[in-house]
């Protein structure tokens, strides 16, 4: 048979191989390192039998899908760990994330961080053991049997939502069996490293009606020094944590009269203005007209563009003169009332329309985090309407403009491309005309994307952007969508060149996703250390003595006049304090002025990077200053 391999090579190899057996072909080392395979896209174990021509890959540590395959057998070990230690513990599930894996588990009694120890010594047995990981296959009634005599309430409540006949499978290590779809590693013996991490409460599926359970979170690594970067690297994400630098910095606040509602202080307003004031000259610069839409608008607009029947668990509803309503949480609907309000012809097309939209979402508490996951956040949002001849090209010019944000941050991203979801609307052919559109623009810009199926927006397929931080984290902000059918509940048209009017196709689009959450993560990234243009306070002038004084309010005063941020500490306190509070105030520029200053006209500077750069004229450092904010150095 013919296995294409993932260079697009093609082996020929006699049927009835395992995976494994056609990675030993290929290298000994590839197979010793090879967790598990994918067979035409679908990740398998290593002793999946391949039997016809297909696509193969051999998944390492190396690759996301691997070491999802990896983490997850690891949650298996530590439910096994878990029923030998504490046999009457019900086991609910335990996947793989990003960084790590957890275990939900209903325990007769409470557990803490104090006994992960032996939790872990536990495991250790479990790997030195080198338990085989068998995948055995049963029909529903078999495994609900099983469970049944398990006492695993939780298995048998996954079960019961699974229909009857379904092929079920189970993954046995030692005498312990879990209800798993897999796939997973050969042998509980592969499992090199691991850590046990912290202890926290989750609903039973997610739902606050449901049992409280005990969450494990933990990681695993191949190599010990990779576990201990990212134990490095936590401790490093503690201390950008945006929340903590939030309070310091004076950014903003969170307040119990308001969960999930973020007040943004004086200093963060100007670092929130600071990147409006960017994005609105960019915006500007590439042709867009800038709106506003109302916050309130009433159920009708919702039903006809989809949300109330696809979204409004997540809306907050109020009633306005006998008027069912809802607080906008999404620009779009009124963005189409907007376009409405003028006839259009193809001559206008396309018609990039953008809005800084406050809009509201009713998250659960649990869930609500700092800046990243909140109630209220303003969307940077636009949307495009356009000719179908116009896709192409206005999907580029957005990905460009994205790469030319991200890129003034210092930004790294991966790009994702989200097909039809299972809760969706419109036709098959017209999902099928826009993937296929956006993926002929990434194509053509010769850009490197994912494919995540079925992850779209219920009205269309959409490209995600993906940012990687100083600190190697990923954080999906950027958003592009083509939308065939919300333009056809709202009957949006032109006038075409023949005359006959015609509907527009339209693109939503979000570069910075959420200020909000935006702000979240450059203050992590940057450590609270903005670069000048951003900097809430830009320069702290630092008279050494009341002598000194009036010459520092003259320094202000003319940097003041240059749109320079800046103040003067008065304080009767050594110059030396002012400098370490400034410092950790995280100011770019300190300028410092005692009586020599004054009898040369000169200014001393200190850089918050580069400490002491010396003496200068006061019309070189704004000059200096200046051609930094002005070329946004980051």
């Given at each position: 048979?013919?296995?294409?391999?993932?260079?697009?090579?093609?082996?020929?190899?006699?049927?009835?191989?395992?995976?494994?057996?056609?990675?030993?072909?290929?290298?000994?080392?590839?197979?010793?390192?090879?967790?598990?395979?994918?067979?035409?896209?679908?990740?398998?174990?290593?002793?999946?039998v391949i039997d016809k021509d297909c696509s193969l890959e051999i998944l390492t540590f190396k690759d996301e899908d691997g070491r999802k395959v990896y983490r997850h057998t690891a949650a298996h070990v530590l439910a096994q760990a878990i029923k030998n230690l504490y046999p009457t513990t019900k086991l609910a599930i335990g996947p793989a994330t990003n960084d790590g894996f957890y275990y939900d588990f209903d325990f007769a009694s409470p557990i803490s961080i104090s006994d992960f120890e032996k939790i872990e010594k536990e495991m250790k047995n479990i790997i030195k053991a080198d338990f085989p990981l068998e995948r055995i296959e049963v029909t529903k009634e078999q495994a609900e049997e099983m469970m049944r005599g398990f006492d695993e309430p939780y298995k048998l409540e996954i079960l019961s939502d699974l229909p009857k006949g379904e092929k079920i499978t189970l993954y046995k290590q030692g005498q312990f069996h879990d209800l798993c779809r897999g796939p997973h590693l050969s042998s509980t013996g592969k499992i090199k490293c691991f850590k046990l991490m912290s202890i926290a409460g989750a609903y039973w599926r997610g739902n606050e009606k449901n049992k409280m359970l005990t969450r494990i979170y933990a990681t695993a690594y191949d190599k010990k020094s990779e576990m201990d970067a990212y134990f490095q690297m936590l401790e490093e994400a503690k201390k950008r944590d945006h929340t903590k630098l939030g309070k310091e910095l004076g950014l903003f606040a969170l307040m119990n009269e308001g969960k999930g509602f973020p007040f943004f202080l004086p200093n963060g307003m100007a670092l929130k203005n600071a990147l409006v004031d960017y994005w609105r000259d960019l915006h500007r610069k590439e042709g867009y007209v800038e709106i506003q839409t109302p916050i309130i608008l009433n159920r009708t607009l919702w039903?006809?563009?989809?949300?109330?029947?696809?979204?409004?668990?997540?809306?907050?509803?109020?009633?306005?003169?006998?008027?069912?309503?809802?607080?906008?949480?999404?620009?779009?609907?009124?963005?189409?009332?907007?376009?409405?309000?003028?006839?259009?012809s193809y001559k206008d097309l396309p018609l990039r329309m953008a809005e800084m939209g406050l809009v509201h979402r009713h998250e659960k508490s649990g869930q609500l985090h700092g800046l990243f996951r909140v109630r209220c956040f303003t969307q940077d949002d636009a949307h495009i309407f356009m000719l179908p001849e116009q896709i192409t090209e206005e999907i580029k010019s957005v990905v460009r403009l994205t790469d030319k944000i991200y890129s003034r941050f210092g930004f790294k991203y991966k790009v994702e491309l989200s097909t039809r979801p299972e809760n969706s609307m419109g036709s098959e052919e017209d999902w099928e005309t826009a993937t296929a559109a956006l993926k002929k623009a990434l194509e053509e810009m010769k850009l490197d994307y994912e494919l995540n199926e079925g992850d779209g927006a219920f009205y269309g397929p959409k490209i995600d952007f993906h940012l990687e931080d100083s600190l190697g984290r990923t954080w999906q902000c950027g958003t592009i969508q083509l939308d065939f059918q919300m333009p056809q509940r709202f009957n949006l048209e032109y006038v075409g060149e023949d005359g006959q009017k015609h509907r527009p196709i339209m693109i939503h689009r979000a570069i910075f996703g959420s200020i909000e959450r935006f702000i979240g993560i450059l203050i992590e990234h940057y450590a609270g250390n903005f670069p000048v243009w951003l900097a809430p306070m830009q320069v702290k002038i630092l008279p050494i003595t009341d002598r000194v004084a009036e010459y520092a309010e003259k320094i202000e005063a003319e940097l003041k006049s240059a749109d320079i941020k800046c103040t003067v500490d008065l304080r009767n306190e050594k110059v030396g304090y002012k400098i370490r509070e400034a410092q950790l105030e995280k100011v770019p520029y300190m300028v410092v002025v005692g009586d020599k200053e004054v009898e040369n006209g000169m200014i001393a500077v200190r850089s918050r990077k580069d400490g002491d750069i010396g003496t200068m004229t006061l019309a070189e450092f704004k000059s200096k200053i200046s051609d930094e904010i002005d070329k946004k150095a980051n």
């Open positions: 048979m013919k296995i294409t391999l993932k260079d697009g090579s093609v082996i020929e190899v006699k049927k009835g191989l395992s995976a494994y057996e056609i990675a030993q072909s290929i290298s000994e080392g590839l197979a010793r390192n090879a967790l598990a395979a994918k067979v035409n896209g679908e990740t398998v174990d290593l002793a999946t039903e006809n563009s989809g949300h109330w029947d696809h979204y409004k668990d997540n809306m907050y509803t109020t009633k306005i003169d006998d008027d069912d309503c809802a607080v906008k949480p999404m620009n779009c609907p009124g963005c189409m009332l907007v376009y409405k309000l003028t006839p259009h």
